[in-house]
């Protein structure tokens, strides 16, 4: 097998980057929920590692990314790969000849998991937690590795010519799409437009918000699978539309509000960061700028439609990921250059004609609608079997509590030697005494 180390290097990083992400994304919805949701929430995220893993040894990669023949049947062409099942022969074998295929694999599964972990958001507070597993696995395995097959793994939208360099449609879209339909699966929350449900604990935000930024980079350049020109023009678009996005959501803010917000700033930076994500690799930096100015903007209003039109989407899924992906995804048919990659089909506004338009407006249209409607039976199936949704009582109690036997934060008195209680005096140890 015939490697390159300095790709392989990059590879390496990259693919630890986007691992980052989902820890990082168990932050940004932690803090975005109430104090008693902050742990099932986070757990939501980590389980999907567990899960969409183990899935994507035995059987995810090979129906993703296995080579489908001309002499295959069709559902090989529809699902992908079923010759060769798990990960069998992968290590013996070179991407390119630049690194090992088993590289390639961990990159591409690091995608897998974040994106079944961004649909928990979407019901967060009111979810079983084995309900929720037992999703990942059957999600993941329907939904996932056939849209990922699909675009980027030789499938029908690859061969008709749909472009999406990191994911706005396999990931973000995807995952949107599915948000919808398990929001309306699982109802509203108790208390939902009565009650006041504002995020805990912004610094948890932000500090989410800034993981997902820098693990993006390896999201995005990393997906040019090689250290090289494209790679650092998807590395500097991105920033750019993630700073603009940010910057216009908070000017929305101003305006509509009255007053610019840290969960404006957070959200804006996902929205720019979702949004040239299918888009990175293909743009000119003002096109960059342009795709962030749109979605910092557009996303902003979106999240408000849930209450227009009445479907509990708890953390903004649908109007940041969904809204989002859709924009960059069809801002590449008016504005793709290819500025590194000869023999691509440009854009409408560099001559390129109608067609690349048509197409980026299908794959969002065919994916979305995919999973949408599979998600919606899915979350169906599993909520007249075992139940989704935890009861009233436990919802109203907390679902970290009654569910984990755990509490987010312990805020009662310290027992720890001399340490004040508090808003109250000292608390000593039994037999001590300590000075007030």
Known sequence: MKIDSGSTAWMLISTALVLLMTPGLAFFYGGMTRAKSVLNMMMMSFVSIITVTITWVLFGYSLAFDTVGEGDGFLNKLVGGLDNIGLMGVNEAAYNDTF???????????????TVALISGAIADRAKFGAWVVFSVVWASIVYFPVAHWVWGGGWLTQLGIEDFAGGTVVHINAGAAALALALVLGKRAGWRKEPMRPHN????????GLLW???????????????????????????????????????????DGHATSLGVASGAVAGLVAITPACGFVDP???????????????????????????????????????????????????????????NKGLFYGGGWTQLGLQVLGPVAVGGYSFVVTYILGKIIDKTMGFRITAEDEVAGIDIT???ETGYDLGTFHASGVAAPNGPAVAPAGKKVDA
Request: proline share 2%.
């Open 100 to 114: 090992p295929m088993m590289v390639f694999s961990a990159f591409q599964l690091t995608f897998a998991i974040i």
């Open 202 to 209: 912004l610094t948890l935000v932000l500090l989410g918000a």
């Open 214 to 256: 820098f693990g993006w980079f390896g999201f995005n350049a990393g997906s040019e699978l090689a250290a090289d020109a494209t790679a650092g023009l998807a590395f500097m678009n991105t920033q750019i539309a993630t700073a603009v996005a940010a910057g216009a959501w908070l000017i929305v803010e101003k305006i509509r």
């Open 286 to 344: 003002w096109a960059a700028m342009l795709i962030g100015l749109l979605a910092g903007a557009a996303c902003a209003y979106a999240v408000g439609l849930k209450y227009k039109l009445g479907y509990d989407d708890s953390l903004d899924v649908v109007g940041v990921h969904l809204v989002g992906g859709v924009i960059g995804a069809v801002a590449l048919g008016f504005v793709a250059a290819y500025p590194f990659l000869d023999g691509q």
């Open 403 to 405: 569910t984990h036997a």
